[in-house]
């Protein structure tokens, strides 16, 4: 058994034999924290654990103690998890605010409504909004932004937004209906 000392020190080397060795002790308990954190999201474990081996490695030179290592781990492996299910719930978000955008420019119970060719129809008509408005409706509805947080980035009042972001609205209306895919 190796010391912390030698541990330490063959592992800033980039010693195979070392990183093996931390590699079988932390990969499991890496896993079960990670199991625990994606569960709900049915989401394999490896990736996010073998992402933090990665950065432990490329980093390897920043650490001086085996606490280090560990913490080193934990931390990565947990961040990389809350912005798995962080991005998770934005995309989420954002396909619901496009599908609202979609059902706000067309009726989807129409006979004939293609939602692929609205999609389309609206991207389209999106290149025709004036800038200020094309980018509070990219922001709002593909970014999963919200109003405050819109306002923020563009420097406007919230009421400017929801303004703009309705005046887009309408406008998108007005657009794809003349383009008649319903």
Do not use: W
């Not at 496009?98 to 409504?113: R, T």
């Not at 999609?119 to 593909?142: C, G, H, N, T, W």
């Amino acid at each position: 058994m190796m010391g912390e000392t030698d541990i330490i020190d063959k592992f800033q080397k980039g010693d195979n034999a070392t990183f093996k060795y931390l590699f079988d002790l932390y990969f499991h308990p890496l896993s079960f924290i990670a199991g625990n954190l994606l569960r709900k999201y049915n989401e394999p474990t490896d990736d996010f654990v073998l992402f933090a081996f990665t950065q432990l490695f490329m980093n390897r030179m920043k650490i001086d103690t085996e606490a280090h290592i560990k913490a080193f781990l934990i931390f990565t492996v947990t961040n990389k998890c809350k912005n798995f299910i962080r991005d998770k719930k934005r995309t989420r978000s954002v396909h619901a605010r496009y599908a609202q955008l979609s059902e706000n420019c067309y009726d989807p119970m129409s006979p004939g409504f293609n939602k692929q060719q609205a999609f389309i129809a609206i991207e389209k008509s999106m290149e025709d909004l004036p800038p200020q408005a094309r980018k509070v409706a990219e922001l709002f509805y593909f970014q999963g932004m919200s109003i405050g947080r819109i306002a923020k980035t563009l420097k406007l009042k919230p009421t400017s937004v929801r303004q703009t972001n309705s005046r887009a609205v309408k406008k998108l209306r007005q657009e794809v209906k003349s383009a008649d895919i319903n």
